[in-house]
């Protein structure tokens, strides 16, 4: 499996958001996209997920196996913590781990409506999605966001261990938590 | 087919979770022909003879209200992002938030509605078919409604926009909605009633086999 992005533009309203993006992952991957706000991050991942058109360029992606965790994660607020894994779990036909739950300090929470979550307790409650879904490509915008330090080391764990599995990984973000990135793109010079 | 399914109960679970909408539509619903029905006082005559386009109309008005959140919570929390990932069809998606919305919202009015008909001194014979007329014809509200949802669903400020286009696509179901309900009223049984009860269920019908097909074209327009 290999993702293939061949000199992407993208323009909104006539202002350039990037232009002529290219890069190549294989199984096993990880691209870390970084750069300034509004230099096009979010608008390239939802550009590679099929979400966003873009001006010119190709992508070759398989669409079935793309995982998009973005800032808006589906979450509606007053069905409960239970209910969203249960409907999650259901809809990608696999059990959710409990003890994922553990580890994100959310099995406290199960029962509560969604809407009485702080952000970071939604963010991990995004994550159980991701870990729950098999997908074999992740496109990650800001996953650290809101999350505490043990939350932020675990995934970074499921991150290693996608990897070593043959994901493929493109992950936006700021801080600099993913140490050996195999190809990197800054937004900001272009 | 068991996607939909299991995003059908996810959509009913989320409608029916929302209590105070639905009790606050009904509480409104009946506001509305109570208030009504005190501006007639001493015209107890007229009162049954327009109490079916009181109910049409004031089922319109509170149906109203919940239209504009209808795909606008799901475009912004980042459902329909994740259904257009894992390509289930907005079809699919805006036919269950019609059906949704027509459980949670018009149903429950049809249920109460005769204990408004007795509010209204409406006839105890005309109650039942006031109902049929309701289960016919308020799909086509719903369906409409969605389609007049998907219209909006991207703008921040929309105001009367909505009402407007949708307003006069209203017009035929209460025209023969309370068409089929005067016959009743003046002339009894008669075949011109059921002519017009066959009307409404075509327009119904065709709201369900169109307006979906609309709503998914509109919602995709929102992302090209």
Redesign the interface.
């Known amino acids: 499996m290999t993702l293939l992005v061949k000199n992407l533009s993208c323009y909104l309203s006539g202002r350039k958001i990037f232009s002529d993006i290219s890069f190549s992952l294989k199984t096993g991957e990880v691209l870390k996209i970084s750069g300034e706000n509004g230099s096009g991050k979010t608008t390239l991942l939802?550009a590679i997920?099929?979400?966003?058109?873009f001006e010119s360029g190709e992508i070759f992606i398989n669409?079935?196996e793309?995982?998009?965790l973005?800032?808006?994660?589906?979450?509606?607020?007053?069905?409960t913590v239970e209910?969203d894994l249960e409907?999650w779990s259901?809809?990608y036909q696999n059990e959710h781990d409990d003890k994922i739950l553990k580890k994100l300090s959310l099995n406290s929470k199960i029962h509560s409506q969604c809407r009485y979550l702080s952000q970071g307790q939604k963010q991990k409650l995004a994550l159980t999605r991701l870990f729950c879904s098999n997908k074999k490509i992740w496109l990650l915008d800001e996953p650290f966001s809101f999350l505490d330090e043990v939350s932020s080391l675990f995934l970074l764990t499921k991150i290693e261990n996608h990897r070593q599995n043959n994901g493929i990984i493109i992950i936006v973000s700021h801080q600099n938590l993913i140490k050996n990135p195999d190809l990197s793109i800054n937004l900001g010079d272009q | 087919m068991r996607i939909y399914r299991l995003i059908f109960l996810r959509e009913l679970r989320k409608v029916f979770s929302y209590k105070a909408n639905y009790i606050f539509s009904l509480m409104f619903y009946s506001s509305i022909i109570f208030l009504i029905s005190i501006g007639l006082q001493g015209q107890n005559s007229i009162l049954p003879n327009v109490a079916p386009s009181l109910i049409w109309v004031s089922i319109i008005l509170v149906l109203f209200l919940s239209f504009e959140d209808i795909f606008q919570d799901d475009y912004y929390d980042g459902t329909l992002d994740i259904y257009r990932i894992e390509n289930i069809t907005f079809y699919g998606f805006a036919l269950i938030k019609s059906i949704s919305h027509w459980l949670a919202n018009c149903l429950p009015m049809i249920i109460i509605t005769p204990i408004i008909g007795i509010l209204v001194n409406l006839d105890s014979e005309v109650i039942l078919p006031m109902m049929i007329t309701l289960i016919i014809g308020t799909p086509a509200l719903s369906f409409i409604g969605c389609m007049g949802s998907s219209l909006i669903l991207s703008l921040k400020i929309h105001g009367l926009i909505m009402p407007i286009i949708i307003l006069p696509l209203f017009l035929p179901i209460l025209v023969f909605g309370i068409g089929a309900l005067d016959v009743l009223i003046f002339n009894g049984f008669e075949e011109l009633f059921f002519r017009q009860l066959a009307l409404l269920a075509g327009i119904s019908g065709l709201s369900m086999a169109f307006c979906p097909i609309a709503s998914a074209y509109i919602i995709k327009a929102n992302y090209d």
């Open positions: 939802r997920s099929g979400l966003s058109s669409k079935k793309i995982f998009l973005g800032h808006n994660a589906g979450i509606k607020q007053n069905l209910e409907f259901n809809f």
